[in-house]
């Protein structure tokens, strides 16, 4: 979809401040997961049966099992009673792509005795169960005040678009599920791209299919690794989401402003 398929035909102005800095933008460049998309209710429990499929099947050919702290060894964090309470923001899991993943998992099943071929088909089939676990339970959420910011945006005149880890079909999927794919003018994924975040790759190709210079884009996500790809492609700005306060300024060296929260952004149409 293009941005006149979308209904934007013209380029609007605006600011957007947060933390008592102001920015002059005509677009915004979202990450997905952990930015719009509550990042552990879904990718945890993806990982949960990731994993689970993969250890059976390692336990089938008489082979050591996965190690049972493996999730959080990737970046996500459990309470006393097991349940899943946050992730680490610069682990692979909340950074790295699908084919990432994969990679790491395969590289389990190498050092669990499989060969390297055995280890990346049995990693490609657990990434289908677990895929085919996401669609039949659609588990999915916004974060809180992202649908009440996307409407400001909206109504600012503002050009949105998608800049993701995730797999582009993947990740309009979500969108539809989440209901806001109609604010986004573009989707950009980690398949789409030669390069992935740090990287300026998908920012300067969403910046392309919207028609906006780099540095009129304001671009919001989770992780340093998302700040870093705004500031090698020039962007505008570079406003890190940290909900729960659990990363802290520290945790975003590459950030121009830190938020808690959508409630922190002020958005307004220029003229």
Request: charged fraction near 25%.
């Amino acid at each position: 979809m293009n941005s006149t398929e979308s209904g934007n035909n013209h380029l609007a102005t605006a600011t957007i401040a947060v933390a008592g800095i102001e920015f002059t933008i005509e677009a915004i460049l979202f990450d997905k997961d952990g930015t719009l998309m509550d990042f552990i209710y879904t990718w945890g429990r993806w990982g949960e049966r990731l994993l689970a499929h993969f250890s059976s099947e390692l336990m089938k050919r008489q082979r050591l099992p996965l190690a049972e702290d493996l999730l959080q060894v990737w970046g996500i964090n459990y309470d006393t009673e097991g349940q899943i309470s946050g992730y680490d923001r610069n682990s692979p899991l909340s950074m790295g792509t699908v084919d990432d993943m994969l990679t790491l998992l395969a590289l389990e099943g190498y050092k669990a005795g499989l060969s390297w071929a055995e280890a990346k088909v049995l990693a490609a089939k657990s990434r289908e169960a677990a895929d085919e676990a996401l669609e039949g339970s659609r588990i999915a959420r916004l974060l809180p005040e992202v649908l009440s910011f996307l409407e400001r945006c909206r109504q600012a005149g503002l050009l949105l678009g998608i800049v993701t880890s995730d797999e582009t079909a993947a990740a309009e999927k979500h969108l539809e599920w989440l209901g806001i794919r109609s604010y986004f003018s573009v989707c950009v994924g980690a398949d789409r791209v030669n390069r992935g975040k740090p990287y300026p790759d998908m920012a300067e190709l969403a910046c392309r299919e919207l028609g906006v210079e780099v540095a009129k884009v304001a671009v919001i996500g989770d992780t340093d690794g998302d700040m870093q790809m705004a500031r090698s492609a020039g962007a505008a700005a570079a406003i890190a989401l940290d909900e729960g306060h659990t990363a802290g300024k520290d945790g975003f060296p590459s950030a121009d402003a830190v938020m808690a929260s959508y409630r922190e952004l002020r958005v307004e149409q220029v003229g």
